[in-house]
């Protein structure tokens, strides 16, 4: 089983951020080949969970026998036998049943988070080369533009050729640059086309939505725990081994056999009630050890799973703070920058040169860069931070 480590979402502004990408998870909740054979699973197993329910089937012996020369007569006797537990038995087994079909449900959620979870991500990295397309586009149409200028000027002579050669590489670069982010934003998308069950899927968001942590982390944290799946299914494995442990008490208990038993011979009519029982004295005999045993690992495992757990919600939950505080310091200097239509009016008013132009650009776009992947590490940690939400 494959379980992230997942909780309830209390961050403020997570609604928001995950509405963004609300119709694209709703298409792959419905369309995921993935997710639709996980449930078909969940159904057998639930079935298969059920069997044995019901009392045994009923025995049935007839014999015939045939009388010596002497005698002149045949016998023909009759059994009819239920074979019946304790009473006790039949409501431990449902009850191992119930909860055994409460884990599938459980493990069937984690798995519908899993793989929404994994489309989120795509749809976040596919935000990012959005937001990148829309950038590289802009350098690219002003690239193209210098490019023209600079081979009109040096067909009348008034240019050098480094400066042209230097307009014609900056634009081969934004020609480059764009084509290696479209080829990304496709390759995410054929992924997104996976999860979806084939089906192509378009996410033109390109603009990552603002979030905030809550102030202290074991208040958020005391409320996140008790809806994490991964908590439940422990403690659901927990109930399981008690319940497990009932059924093999409640099979050491004798079972009893009752019916009718009947034997004829000629004339002569023997018939009544037939009473039997099964003491079990030596093959439940280990079952007992080993169900206190698997109950002691269970609690074992789901304590463990708890400090874990809490570990590494606390990571997740402290790299985001650094991240949003990263964010904002990065968004704050490059406010204070001078901008893309800044930069190129300087150069169209001839404040700068081309290669000056072409250096204060190169600042910006990293700038640029270094905060749309502060944003888009931000938003996948809140994603796996709310990954219940979906």
Same mark, same amino acid.
């Given at each position: 089983m494959r379980l992230f480590i997942i909780t309830s979402a209390l961050l403020v502004g997570a609604a928001a951020h995950a509405g963004a990408y609300t119709d694209v998870l709703a298409q792959v909740e419905k369309n995921s080949t993935a997710l639709e054979a996980r449930r078909s699973l969940s159904e057998a197993r639930k079935a298969a969970n059920r069997v044995g329910l019901a009392p045994e089937n009923p025995e049935v012996e007839f014999s015939y026998q045939w009388g010596s020369a002497d005698v002149q007569a045949d016998k023909k006797t009759v059994s009819v036998m239920q074979p019946l537990d304790f009473p006790t038995a039949y409501g431990s087994r449902r009850n191992l049943a119930n909860s055994l079909n409460a884990g599938e449900d459980i493990e069937l959620a984690a798995e519908r988070m899993n793989i929404l979870l994994e489309a989120k991500r795509l749809c976040i990295d596919i935000t990012y080369q959005n937001a990148l397309h829309q950038l590289y586009t802009r350098q690219l149409d002003n690239a193209r533009s210098i490019a023209e200028t600079y081979n009109t000027l040096d067909a009348a002579g008034q240019? =050098? @050729? @480094?400066?042209?050669?230097?307009?014609? *590489?900056? %634009?081969?670069?934004?020609? =480059?640059? %764009?084509?290696? @982010?479209?080829?990304?934003?496709?390759? *995410?998308?054929?992924e997104l086309a996976r999860l979806n069950g084939g089906n192509a899927v378009d996410v033109t968001v390109d603009e990552f939505e603002p979030c905030a942590l809550p102030a202290d982390f074991d208040t958020w944290y005391s409320q996140a725990a008790a809806e994490s799946p991964l908590l439940r299914y422990y403690a659901q494995q927990v109930i399981v081994k008690e319940r497990e442990a009932k059924v093999h008490r409640a099979e050491?208990?004798?079972?009893?056999?009752?019916?009718?038993?009947?034997?004829?011979?000629?004339?002569?009519?023997?018939?009544? @009630?037939?009473v039997g029982v099964s003491i079990p004295l030596w093959g439940n005999k280990s079952k007992a050890k080993r169900a206190q045993a698997e109950i002691t690992a269970s609690i074992a495992a789901q304590h463990s799973a708890e400090i874990e757990h809490r570990a590494q919600m606390r990571k997740l939950y402290d790299r985001a703070a650094l991240l949003t505080a990263n964010t904002q310091r990065l968004d704050t200097a490059l406010a204070e920058c001078n901008g893309e239509d800044v930069l190129l009016k300087a150069y169209q008013g001839r404040e700068l040169s081309l290669l000056n132009y072409l250096l204060e650009m190169g600042y910006y776009l990293e700038a640029t860069e270094n905060l749309l992947d502060s944003r888009r590490e931000l938003a996948q940690t809140v994603a796996e931070l709310t990954a219940f939400e979906l």
């Open positions: 240019v =050098s @050729i @480094i400066d042209k050669k230097k307009a014609q *590489l900056n %634009l081969a670069t934004m020609q =480059s640059r %764009l084509a290696t @982010i479209d080829a990304e934003r496709a390759r *995410l998308l054929a050491n208990l004798p079972k009893l056999a009752v019916g009718y038993a009947g034997e004829f011979v000629a004339t002569e009519k023997f018939q009544g @009630i037939a």
